[in-house]
């Protein structure tokens, strides 16, 4: 019988399931993207589906299904594993919640939370009625698990502490707050009390968290009250409804971003299922990373309230730097995009599809606000348009929205771009976000190292060719890699992850070659070359010992087989260049 490991290696592609995080591009026999662990313009990261591993030549890293989700979720083997065992649909041996991990029993918390906010609601009209109102229907209330918590201190922690958890396992998922009142009854009291509550998940789906609006209640708390930062909860690397939109967003390599809860689910409800929402938090640069990843079109719809605007401009400053092209949704009559979905779902969609680039919206606007004053639209043009203009990445778009500027100031674009190189310069000394770059450190490898390590792959990839050089291999190949060698000639499958991720390679670097064979004669010639340069390198050394110690008859013996190596290396030089 299969382990639950192989049982969903079995099950699990791992095309889908890196394509589900990131944008991948057929290359070949494999597919291809830019890297999410690190920092990289060009792809250099991998996914061999026949070998069922992924790795990234840029930073090293690499792996099975298991390692990935580990890596893109942040989370130890035994969580990821949960998260594939429940996409394969393979049933783990049920644990005793009073010993399995932390987050794990925190996930369990907040999920045992999550059901009794969706019981609440279901036996309470007035909030149902709200919803209603609204405009949610009550399937979606049901898909999307919205529940109601009523007020009090102590009904969601009571509830939780007579599931067995304890009062600072409540606290450390965010939904309880220690008492600062030394008469109070209870050292612990509820966080949300008379809300709908929307749980938040991260991107797997699982519940992490929850955003509660007051209902029915007078409060000096905010209207909105969300989970905390906790273990689980990030606020500024989770949105909302991410984890349903993400494949909607990687097909149409668009996704459209709202402010609250209600927008982004009665999007969803009309169809319109690449949506997500930032839950009053700041749309930040992580979010954005996360978003890159499967899209590079962003649709934005913010409120047209004075934070919103605020909100907006930033959002379109770090998209821009982030190299997304950037269209804004104008919701029709001032509306939130809830209200206009609840009033008329067309007209949604009718926003959405004739969403204009930012740099047009900004021109629009201008024109709307000062009409034909075309002094006022060019003085403020000079900070409410061009900077924006500034921040595109690419040449082309930045002519083309000077070009388009012009035509609206009815100006030369001479002097846009003046200014554009002024804002340039201020916006890299102050104004533009520093981007976050993650550190590769990549180990540095001697050339004989990389050419046996490209022998190495191409004996994995071409199993059972014989090239002719194997045996002259063994006294060619350095102590390190060795062991990986005799592994290989003698068919065993010792160093499985290593050679996998080293054929991998063989197969892109020679894929397109016409002869195989003369490819590795060529590898084995270089090896040789190295491995004598490698002896120079150690008798120079050691001729320097040598001669330091004064040992006379010792150092002739080396200098001898110094010139004797020379002469080999010179000999092996002149073959290779009369065989070009």
């Known amino acids: 019988m299969s382990s639950p490991v192989e049982e969903i290696k079995k099950r699990v592609d791992i095309v889908d399931l890196i394509g589900s995080y990131i944008r991948l591009s057929k290359a070949g026999a494999n597919f291809k993207a830019v890297c999410p662990f690190h920092n990289e313009k060009t792809p250099s990261f991998y996914v061999s589906p026949s070998r069922e591993i992924f790795h990234c030549f840029g930073c090293n890293a690499g792996g099975d299904v298991f390692r990935f989700v580990s890596m893109i979720e942040g989370v130890e083997f035994p969580e990821a594993l949960s998260i594939l065992a429940g996409r394969a649909g393979v049933v783990l041996k049920r644990e005793d919640p009073r010993i399995s991990g932390e987050r794990k029993r925190l996930l369990s918390l907040i999920d045992d939370a999550a059901k009794y906010f969706e019981s609440e609601l279901a036996g309470n009209g007035p909030a149902k009625e709200y919803l209603r109102t609204r405009g949610l229907k009550e399937g979606t209330v049901r898909s999307f698990r919205l529940g109601f918590v009523p007020d009090g201190w102590e009904n969601l922690f009571g509830h939780l502490s007579q599931k067995g958890y304890k009062p600072e396992e409540i606290a450390k998922a965010g939904l309880a707050l220690q008492s600062s009142n030394p008469n109070s009854g209870t050292k612990f009291y509820d966080r949300f009390r008379s809300r709908i509550m929307f749980p938040i998940s991260d991107s797997s789906g699982r519940v992490v968290g929850f955003s509660g609006r007051i209902f029915n209640k007078e409060t000096n708390e905010g209207k909105y009250i969300n989970t905390p930062n906790t273990v689980l909860y990030d606020k500024s690397k989770i949105l909302y409804l991410w984890d349903r939109a993400k494949n909607e967003a990687r097909k149409e390599n668009t996704c459209i971003v709202v402010e609250g809860q ?45 934070a919103g605007e605020v909100a907006s401009k930033r959002a379109y400053e770090l998209a821009l730097d982030s190299g997304f092209e950037v269209h804004v949704i104008d919701v029709p009559e001032g509306k ?96 533009f976000s520093a981007k976050e770059t993650k550190v590769v450190d990549v180990e540095q490898k001697t050339r004989r190292h990389l050419v046996e390590e490209r022998i190495l792959g191409m004996l994995v990839w071409k199993t059972g060719t014989s090239f002719g050089v194997e045996a002259n291999l063994k006294d060619l190949f350095s102590k390190e890699n060795s062991l990986m060698l005799e592994a290989v000639l003698a068919g065993k499958s010792d160093f499985e992850t290593a050679l996998s991720k080293l054929a991998l390679e063989a197969e892109l670097l020679y894929g397109d070659a016409d002869n195989m064979e003369a490819e590795m004669k060529n590898l084995a010639s270089e090896l040789e070359r190295e491995t004598v340069r490698a002896k120079l390198e150690s008798l120079s050394e050691e001729i320097r010992k040598t001669e330091a110690a004064g040992e006379r008859a010792k150092l002739a013996e080396y200098l001898n087989e110094f010139q004797e190596t020379s002469r080999k290396l010179n000999y092996l030089w002149q073959e290779a260049k009369l065989k070009k």
């Open 336 to 431: 939130d995009p809830a209200e206009t979905l609840a009033f008329d779902p067309g007209l949604w969609s009718g926003a959405i599809k004739n969403a204009k680039p930012v740099i047009a919206f900004f021109l629009d606007n201008l024109e709307k606000k000062f009409g034909g004053d075309l002094h006022k639209i060019r003085t403020e043009a000079r900070t409410a348009v061009l900077p924006y203009i500034a921040r595109f990445s690419s040449e082309i778009e930045k002519a083309h929205w000077v070009q388009e500027t012009a035509k609206i100031l009815q100006l030369k674009e001479d002097p846009l771009w003046e200014e554009i190189k002024k804002i340039r310069v201020q916006g890299r000394a102050g104004d």
């Open 262 to 306: 209600m927008d982004a689910l009665m999007s969803h409800q009309a169809g319109i299922t690449n949506t997500v929402a930032t839950s009053g938090t700041a749309f930040g640069s992580a979010h954005l990373s996360i978003i890159k990843r499967l899209a590079s079109k962003l649709l934005l719809a913010f409120d047209n309230d004075e």
